[in-house]
């Protein structure tokens, strides 16, 4: 059974860091995904950026437009957990973030119904 816990969520000024992340416990051997998805009350939930892992490990990263050049997602393989370091944060990134995960593939989309796992989000505020 896989579960995957956030952590890193909080308040923060506009323009400074966070970093949010994801721990993967369970059996998530072979190719995977993992995903930051954000939400914000009455709209849908959007893609941010995910890592796509192949069998050899090898890491594919995919960002969304509106992220690019502020945001940066890595995994450690060792913990078993993918980080999602923020910079430049504006007040519109502020949104409630999940972290998904695709055991399937390691092509990535940024289609919420495409992970079949979820964890349970971390709140992050913009002032």
């Known amino acids: 059974h896989v579960q995957l816990v956030e952590s890193g969520g909080g308040l923060v000024q506009a323009g400074g860091s966070l970093t949010l992340s994801c721990a993967v416990t369970?059996?998530?051997?072979?190719?995977?995904?993992v995903a930051w998805f954000r939400e914000v009350p009455g709209l849908d939930r959007d893609g941010v950026a995910a890592?796509?892992?192949?069998?050899?490990?090898?890491?594919?990263?995919y960002y969304a437009d509106s992220v690019k050049g502020r945001f940066t997602i890595s995994q450690d393989n060792a913990k078993r957990t993918v980080h999602l370091q923020m910079n430049s944060l504006k007040p519109e990134d502020s949104a409630m973030y999940y972290c998904?995960?695709?055991?399937?593939?390691?092509?990535?989309?940024?289609?919420?119904?495409?992970?079949?796992?979820w964890g349970q989000g971390t709140q992050v505020t913009v002032s």
């Open positions: 998904a995960a695709d055991l399937r593939r390691s092509s990535c989309s940024f289609r919420p119904l495409t992970y079949n796992y």
């Open positions: 369970g059996d998530s051997a072979g190719s995977s995904c």
């Open positions: 890592i796509g892992t192949d069998v050899r490990g090898a890491g594919t990263t």
